[in-house]
């Protein structure tokens, strides 16, 4: 990479530490709030998933936009509006102003994976592009690291609000260097053709499309489970402290963030070896999900000191599938396609969200063990190395110009 995308890339992946620490610090937040309102198991679910609902929605306003207008300059509102939402959480006051402050949160979250797909399509070439979505893929772990390493323990000890409004107000600052060395149009290595983007049926017209969107469903069930109940699994599940939950609960999104560094560079590593994309992607994206859903079940049912390294091999084997999720996509839409067809696919995959947050609260009221919850992340980690693998097809560019649009990367309607 140039010196000038170097630092777009480091800026990007800051930034998604900064929203994956806001759409987590609930979670982290969550015994302490359940006590506060005095919510059941049922309700705090609800309320966890309440981000989603924006958040999934809001993708296709937000893919659109991005094929239309600069997308540098709409990750900036963007994240001007969801650290708003951070600040204003923190002097909510009830069930309800809770749930409208996460609403807010997903709109502004909503246009971060639209920007950075088509940023990476157009200043990236193929062989750059697996480790600078690695780099994504880790900072989205590093957040959720850092927001339990840290926020567990400040919240333990000052109390959950003065978090959220610190780290909202705080977090602006991102803006001032953004605004310095925010990527331009006239430096990027594929402009594109000058026709406009696709429209949405035509997207929807190819097969590879929509095994994407059932592939990255189901692979985000497991990062949405990992996120949202982890932290609550570690204190009521298996009787860790809110200091030993903050260090297990770390090293568990620090697992992620490793193992999808390491696969993101071994990728393009293989790739610029002679390999074909379709061979590395789709083989480090099923692996990593099989491996997810086998270590997750063995958590659960593991003896308590042997559950965490199990946990950490299941969060590990899920960072070498995510690394992969975009830069296939990325591939496939091309320059010109990248943020509509990521923001219908961050649509499609965010509504795990809604089961992965509400549903593990029912299943878990209703079964009073967390054994079955477990059981569900795996299966749906399952299906999703089989979307992966038998849905999408090859790793290549679709010829939108050539009017090929019906036809996928594989040759099938």
Not at 323 to 347: E, H, L, V, Y
Request: aromatic fraction near 14%.
């Amino acid at each position: 990479m140039t010196p000038a995308m170097k630092r777009v890339v480091a800026l990007l992946v800051i930034s998604i530490c900064i929203n994956y620490i806001d759409r987590g610090n609930l979670s982290i937040a969550a015994p302490l709030l359940k006590n506060e309102l005095h919510i059941s198991e049922a309700q705090l679910g609800l309320l966890l998933s309440a981000f989603f609902y924006t958040y999934a929605s809001f993708q296709l306003v937000s893919g659109w936009l991005v094929d239309r207008f600069d997308a540098s300059w709409l990750i900036a509102l963007g994240f001007l509006l969801w650290s708003g939402a951070t600040a204003a959480t923190g002097f909510a006051h009830g069930l309800a102003a809770l749930f409208v402050s996460r609403l807010v949160l997903g709109m502004g979250e909503s246009v971060a994976y639209p920007t950075y797909s088509k940023i990476f399509a157009r200043h990236l070439s193929e062989t750059q592009r697996g480790f600078a979505n690695a780099l994504i893929s880790a900072g989205l772990s590093i957040g959720p690291a850092l927001g339990v390493l840290f926020g567990g323990r400040l919240m333990g000890r000052y109390g959950w609000r003065p978090f959220f409004i610190v780290l909202g107000f705080a977090s602006l600052l991102w803006l001032i260097p953004w605004a310095k060395w925010r990527p331009h149009d006239s430096a990027a290595l594929d402009p594109g053709p000058a026709e406009p983007p696709p429209e949405t049926l035509t997207i929807l017209l190819v097969r590879s499309a929509w095994g994407s969107f059932a592939g990255q469903f189901c692979t985000n069930y497991v990062s949405y489970f990992l996120i949202t109940w982890i932290p609550y699994y570690l204190v009521r599940g298996r009787g860790f402290s809110m200091a030993q939950m903050a260090t297990i609960g770390a090293g568990v999104y620090f697992s992620t963030a490793v193992f999808a560094t390491a696969t993101g560079w071994v990728s393009d590593r293989w790739i610029a070896a002679g390999a074909t994309p379709t061979l590395v992607r789709k083989s480090l994206m099923a692996g990593g999900m099989i491996g997810s859903a086998v270590f997750l079940v063995a958590s659960v049912v593991a003896a308590r000191t042997l559950s965490i390294p199990l946990l950490l091999l299941a969060s590990g084997a899920y960072g070498v599938s995510a690394a992969n999720t975009w830069a296939m996509t990325q591939t496939m839409a091309g320059p010109r396609a990248a943020g509509r067809w990521t923001g219908m696919q961050n649509c499609v995959a965010n509504l795990a969200g809604v089961p992965a947050a509400a549903l593990t609260g029912i299943v878990l009221q209703k079964t009073g063990t967390y054994f079955w919850p477990f059981a569900i992340v795996a299966v749906l980690a399952l299906l999703g190395a089989f979307f992966y693998i038998f849905v999408v097809g090859r790793i290549e560019p679709v010829k939108w110009e050539e009017g090929d649009f019906a036809r996928d990367a594989s040759g099938a309607i």
